[in-house]
């Protein structure tokens, strides 16, 4: 069985804006396994962007439930 590479159980985000709550992700789940490819894709303010910002370390779930694998990414640079 391949190994878990990003997996994410009921993660919500949720913004305030003054009075009002706005649910970017309410209760997500998926698992990303080594060697598989995956795409998002959605409508307009379905989350996509929120979830690449929590992947990224760039934004904080309001529940939070995530885990990925850390990766060492290799700098390959052309010579010319």
Same mark, same amino acid.
């Given at each position: 069985?391949?190994? *878990? #590479?990003? +997996?994410?159980? @009921?993660? $919500? /985000?949720?913004?305030?804006? !003054? +009075?009002?709550?706005?649910?970017?992700? *309410?209760?997500? $789940?998926?698992?990303? @396994?080594? !060697? +598989?490819?995956?795409?998002? #894709?959605?409508? $307009? !303010?379905?989350? /996509?962007?929120?979830? &690449?910002? #929590? #992947?990224? !370390?760039?934004?904080?779930?309001?529940?939070?439930?995530? $885990?990925? /694998?850390?990766?060492?990414? &290799? @700098?390959?640079? @052309?010579?010319?």
């Amino acid at each position: 069985m391949p190994a *878990k #590479l990003i +997996e994410f159980n @009921n993660v $919500s /985000k949720q913004y305030i804006m !003054g +009075e009002v709550k706005i649910d970017a992700l *309410k209760n997500v $789940s998926f698992t990303i @396994n080594e !060697g +598989e490819l995956a795409i998002i #894709l959605g409508a $307009s !303010g379905a989350g /996509k962007t929120t979830v &690449l910002n #929590l #992947l990224g !370390g760039m934004d904080r779930a309001t529940v939070e439930a995530y $885990s990925w /694998k850390i990766m060492t990414l &290799l @700098n390959i640079t @052309n010579q010319n």
